[in-house]
T-cell receptor
Framework: GAGVSQSPSNKVTEKGKDVELRCDPISGHTALYWYRQRLGQGLEFLIYFQGNSAPDKSGLPSDRFSAERTGESVSTLTIQRTQQEDSAVYLC??????????????FGQGTRLTVV | AQSVTQLDSQVPVFEEAPVELRCNYSSSVSVYLFWYVQYPNQGLQLLLKYLSGSTLVKGINGFEAEFNKSQTSFHLRKPSVHISDTAEYFCAVSVRGTYKYIFGTGTRLKVLA
């Protein structure tokens, strides 16, 4: 597609339920990122994929959070047993890797998650 | 660890006035620098980027930024703002040869009529 696509755009879930957030990166972009943006705050790095592997998961806040990527394309971020503090906008970005360097990151519109 | 500081959380400015949004970063190595804009209920859009070369970078919508290595700053400027510039602006840094983008906490620009 022309840009990074995320689905759903909005998700309301009950506390304790599991949720899956999806990201379709720009075709050919091997680098993929997940960020979290809490209300009124900056972007918090969650995880980075290079291809299908995740060399840096250091930003995942707890073991309730996991992510995977398949076919060097689609990625899903899964949050198990959601808590109210998980409420945030989850942003996905992708980037082209050229000569071993990543430069500009392109962002999706985000998924607004509300845990009630 | 790299960090990005945006000292102003909110900047109100009247329409057609100039504006400067400040960004400072901490790094002793070469970096790439970015400004992103986020309009209400939208994702982030790249305004401009500094990779190398000229320290004055021009971006979309009339914005420009100047890379100052000695002051580790990358301030964003626009000589005359419009109501439509009302948005959140994020400064970001990426160390060359790495993959991670570190973002500042954002500056909310509010343009007043």
């Amino acid at each position: 597609g022309a840009g990074v696509s995320q689905s759903p755009s909005n998700k309301v879930t009950e506390k304790g339920k599991d949720v899956e957030l999806r990201c379709d990166p720009i075709s050919g972009h091997t680098a993929l990122y997940w960020y979290r943006q809490r209300l009124g705050q900056g972007l918090e790095f969650l995880i980075y994929f290079q291809g299908n592997s995740a060399p840096d998961k250091s930003g995942l806040p707890s073991d309730r959070f996991s992510a995977e990527r398949t076919g060097e394309s689609v990625s899903t971020l899964t949050i198990q047993r959601t808590q109210q503090e998980d409420s945030a906008v989850y942003l996905c970005a992708s980037s082209l890797v050229t000569g071993g360097l990543t430069v500009e990151a392109f962002f999706g519109q985000g998924t607004r998650l509300t845990v009630v | 660890a790299q960090s990005v500081t945006q000292l102003d959380s909110q900047v109100p400015v009247f329409e057609e006035a100039p504006v400067e949004l400040r960004c400072n970063y901490s790094s002793s190595v070469s970096v790439y620098l970015f400004w992103y804009v986020q309009y209400p209920n939208q994702g982030l859009q790249l305004l401009l980027k500094y990779l190398s070369g000229s320290t004055l970078v021009k971006g979309i919508n009339g914005f420009e930024a100047e890379f100052n290595k000695s002051q580790t700053s990358f301030h964003l400027r626009k000589p005359s703002v419009h109501i439509s510039d009302t948005a959140e602006y994020f400064c970001a840094v990426s160390v060359r040869g790495t993959y991670k983008y570190i973002f500042g906490t954002g500056t909310r620009l509010k343009v007043l009529a």
